[in-house]
């Protein structure tokens, strides 16, 4: 489908036009006129599927056609990292280029006082939209320095992350403060009870859209090793001792794991950094650019990292403990291959996790090769076939709805567009960065 089959206004279409959008997503293609229509919508997608535009687009076509408060906060967007809200404020950029009235201003901490005095000015005089960490806003909210009481848009991105993150009750006592008739938008990667359970919370009535997890690209060759959990390190160790590690990154389910490992590979003379929820944002900052920069060889990450950043090199991904399900495997693997480059995915599997591997291999509708144990490491596990109960996981298909001459939660009545206006011609065009 294409953007302009829907109703977002022309100055809209005219910078998806500039940056080269033309086809919507399948995730785009279902919020979109839901969002459009003033429903609330739960939408469940994995990073990459064009989510952040799902809810951008729609969101500031509103702004742009008028009809909310100027001094006042009219959208809020919640990131569970600085990384990702940085990554909405870009697309935002893009996105709003030809709007004269809708600017944002992003809200997240790990900066230093002039930062936040300048966020206060921003807050205090209204800001169409804002971008936000839960912490970071939370710490505006105790000084006063934001009313969202005619807040008009409440959008939770990747919400499981944020609980994941420990954000709950940040984001229950930041939705106290929104009026009733706040719309309100919430995008998962998965759908646990918990997240089940917070959309029920929050959101009223909602159109629920779930796009099914993609299989990860062909380019990423997987393997996996089955051992038992002390011969890790030592497979590890095995991989590096060719000296060749640039752009790698070790996943592990537990921040205590990562702070392990990292030490331990210290101890090998491997140039490696550990990324975890314990250290502060300057930290986070420090250690990505130093990873970014080539200055790191490896990252020791628990799932902070899996989604939402951009790094294209990555040359090898290493799960170091099976993941919890399909979707965060893909995730996690996902971080490799990118960019028209090739990559390899390798996952340790211990007796323990052969059900949960073996879902995943349903899942991929493959068996995952299986390396050899290095030589002095002894045997591993047996890795019993049918180990693994149910197969893969039903998905449900998200479901469109007729739109045509719906009315909308202001009582407007939204029509399709039958046509385009001139494009402005003047000034420089909008980038692609906020694809």
């Known amino acids: 489908m294409n953007f302009e089959e829907t109703y977002l206004n022309d ?94 201003i992003a809200v997240y901490g790990g900066n230093d006082g002039t930062r936040f005095d300048q966020e206060m000015k921003g807050l205090r005089g209204g800001a169409p939209v804002v971008i936000a960490t839960p912490g970071r806003l939370l710490s505006h909210m105790k000084v006063g320095n934001l009313d969202l009481s005619r807040t008009s848009f409440f959008v939770l991105d990747e919400a499981d992350r944020m609980l994941d993150m420990g954000f709950s009750d940040d984001i229950m006592q930041i939705n106290k403060l929104l009026p009733d008739s706040c719309q309100k938008v919430m995008f998962s990667a998965t759908m646990p009870e918990k997240i089940r359970e917070l959309a029920v919370s929050l959101l009223h009535d909602p159109v629920e859209v779930k796009i099914a997890v993609s299989r990860p690209a062909d380019k990423i060759h997987q393997s996996a090793y089955v051992c038992y959990d002390p011969q890790k390190l030592k497979i590890i160790q095995h991989m590096f001792r060719g000296g060749d590690l640039q752009r790698v990154i070790i996943f592990c389910g537990k921040k205590e794991r990562v702070k392990n490992i ?42 902070i990292v899996a989604r939402g950043i951009d790094i294209d090199d990555i040359r090898i991904v290493i799960n170091y403990d099976v993941p919890h399900d399909s979707e965060d495997y893909v995730h996690r693997i996902g971080r490799t291959a990118r960019a028209d ?57 998200g479901h469109g709805r007729t739109r045509h001459g719906r009315q909308g939660k202001d009582g407007r009545n939204r029509q399709g567009k039958g046509g385009r206006n001139s494009r402005k011609s003047q000034g420089e065009k909008p980038t692609d960065s906020g694809k």
């Open 11 to 104: 100055n809209i279409l005219d910078a998806l036009y500039d940056m080269h959008f033309e086809e919507m997503t399948p995730i785009q293609e279902k919020c979109i006129p839901e969002i459009l229509d003033g429903h609330d919508v739960l939408g469940v997608a994995q990073t990459g599927t064009g989510k952040t535009a799902a809810y951008l687009l729609p969101i500031l076509s509103l702004l742009d056609d008028g009809g909310y408060p100027d001094d006042a906060i009219n959208c809020v967007i919640m990131s569970p990292t600085r990384e990702l809200a940085q990554q909405i404020d870009q697309a935002m950029e893009g996105f709003s280029y030809y709007l004269d009235n809708v600017s944002s």
């Open 262 to 303: 990292a030490h331990e590979l210290v101890k090998m003379n491997i140039n490696c950094a550990a990324m975890h929820s314990d250290l502060t944002q300057a930290e986070r900052d420090d250690v990505m650019y130093r990873f970014k920069a080539g200055h790191i060889d490896v990252l020791v990450a628990t799932d």
């Open 341 to 397: 480059r090739d990559g390899q995915a390798i996952t340790f599997v211990n007796d323990r996790d052969i059900p949960r591997f073996q879902r995943i291999e349903s899942f991929l509708m493959k068996e995952v090769e299986k390396n050899s144990l290095p030589e002095g490491l002894g045997e591993g596990p047996e890795y019993k076939a049918g180990a693994a109960k149910g197969g893969a996981r039903k998905r449900n298909r």
